[in-house]
């Protein structure tokens, strides 16, 4: 692999293009990069708003020392099928394609580097969280960059099997689809008892982060008085009534019980791509509304 990279992207799937792309943009100038999109008009739409060289064709993609897949789970086969025969067995893949195995990907580059990997939409705000497994072929080279690419906007966990790699993609997603909605619900709240939107979401933001580090720190020290202070009947029975005052109940109710969120929570049909696609959309819309 050259000390110059040569990093192309062959989008499908625009909830995930964009959510990469807007990562890479914190640490990284994306004029460095190519993409291959759906048509014309989607090419200049990603070039106006990420300054990056958009395509509609495959013409560079036997010259890609990274190429990063973002196709829609129903085109997978489809697209792989196009390009497999075209890619040097030097390029490293990185697929973020959701609802697709490590082992599917690699049958059709067996003698590729093949990486996984899957991200939370936090890191458009540079505190994202992704996780990566790597195929046999992998080196520590090619993990290497995968770190130093997402290492400005997330953290990285590394795991070392699909089952492993499923269970934590499921915990990653699971948390943030809640976190989402207890943001959203405490700072639909603050605005309800007259607080701005700004200052209802910098208190959510503060009291968050701190209650985040205080329950983890405590925890890990096996310390009594947090412990106490949360079996505290009085205590906890005032704060149920604050919750159900200020209608942060009413508000998780009814973000947690929307249609489209049903299938977060149905565990047999989790891995369905239709699903995971529905809670990607709804986590765009919930974040732009």
């Not at 492993?164 to 989402?180: D, G, M, P, Q």
């Not at 565990?267 to 990607?280: H, P, Q």
């Amino acid at each position: 692999m050259s000390n110059f990279l040569i990093k192309g992207i062959i989008s499908g799937d625009d909830f995930v293009t964009e959510t990469i792309l807007t990562g890479l943009a914190l640490n990284e100038n994306l004029s460095e990069y190519w993409i291959v999109a759906q048509n014309e008009n989607r090419c200049n739409e990603l070039r106006h708003k990420y300054n990056i060289n958009a395509m509609t064709n495959f013409d560079l993609v036997d010259k890609a020392d990274i190429l990063i897949l973002t196709f829609k789970y129903e085109d997978t086969k489809e697209m792989l099928s196009k390009i497999a025969g075209r890619i040097s067995k030097n390029t490293l893949i990185i697929s973020i394609i959701p609802g697709i195995a490590l082992k599917f990907v690699s049958n059709f580059f067996t003698d590729n580097e093949v990486i996984r990997l899957t991200l939370n939409p936090s890191i458009i705000s540079g505190q994202g969280l992704a996780a990566y497994i790597a195929n046999a072929n992998a080196t520590d080279k090619s993990k290497k960059v995968v770190h130093d690419m997402l290492a400005g906007f997330s953290k990285i966990i590394e795991v070392s099997n699909e089952d492993e790699f499923e269970k934590v993609r499921r915990f990653i997603f699971a948390n943030t689809f809640l976190s989402y909605v207890l943001v959203k619900s405490l700072i639909d709240a603050g605005t309800k008892v007259g607080f701005s939107t700004e200052q209802a979401g910098l208190i959510v933001d503060q009291i968050l982060k701190g209650a985040s580090k205080t329950l983890i720190d405590f925890q890990n020290a096996g310390n009594e008085m947090l412990k106490d202070g949360l079996r505290n009947k009085k205590f906890t029975n005032h704060a149920i009534e604050l919750i159900r005052e200020y209608g942060i109940y009413d508000s998780l109710e009814r973000y947690l019980t929307m249609k489209e969120t049903t299938s977060l929570f149905e565990a047999d049909n989790y891995s369905v791509e239709n699903n995971i696609n529905l809670n990607y959309n709804w986590f765009e819309r919930m974040v732009r509304d």
